[in-house]
């Protein structure tokens, strides 16, 4: 079977953004709804499980940008599930987060540390999470700051040995 990375990185993210818009949250809605929603979560946790098997053999045993890349949206979608969960079950954890898109942008706004101020957790469940993400975004800029710096040691010894055959 041919490989095409380029299907891969375009097949995760649409079945991770697709899994967060339709797998069912909460108590409400039709259980024949619910049922479709849950198939198609179903569908795309296989997705993403299918890509990150084939990102792992095609890997040469070392981070790739488009590996942060994919677990950065990983990252941002499943803390905005779980600050969607906690505004739904929990009403008093957040104020200003109501939809899905809501969560989804509190949560590249905390990644981002930018913090508009719009929304807020007020809950200490909803603070919790929101301490997780900054801890985790703490060793995502550590791990990209050691990726930059291994592609420019890379870059270096290749720019040394200009007589050996380089992997460009």
């Excluded at 095609?58 to 779980?82: D, K, N, T």
């Excluded at 040995?161 to 992997?167: Q, V």
């Amino acid at each position: 079977m041919r490989s095409r990375p380029w299907l891969n990185r375009l097949l995760m993210p649409a079945a991770v953004l697709l899994f967060y818009s339709l797998v069912p949250v909460g108590n409400g809605g039709a259980p024949f709804g619910q049922a479709i929603g849950m198939l198609v979560a179903v569908a795309c946790v296989a997705a993403v499980a299918y890509v990150v098997a084939s990102e792992v053999r095609r890997s040469e045993r070392r981070l790739q940008p488009v590996h942060l890349i994919l677990a950065l949206e990983l990252v941002l979608v499943g803390f905005a599930l779980a600050y969607y969960v906690l505004a739904v079950n929990y009403p008093g954890e957040f104020i200003g987060l109501k939809t899905r898109l809501d969560a989804l942008y509190f949560s590249l706004t905390t990644m981002s540390t930018v913090g508009y101020g719009d929304i807020s957790a007020t809950g200490q469940l909803g603070r919790l999470v929101v301490a997780v993400q900054l801890g985790f975004n703490l060793v995502f800029v550590a791990a990209l700051v050691g990726l930059f710096q291994d592609g420019l040691k890379m870059r270096a010894q290749r720019l040394a040995r200009p007589d050996e055959p380089g992997d460009d």
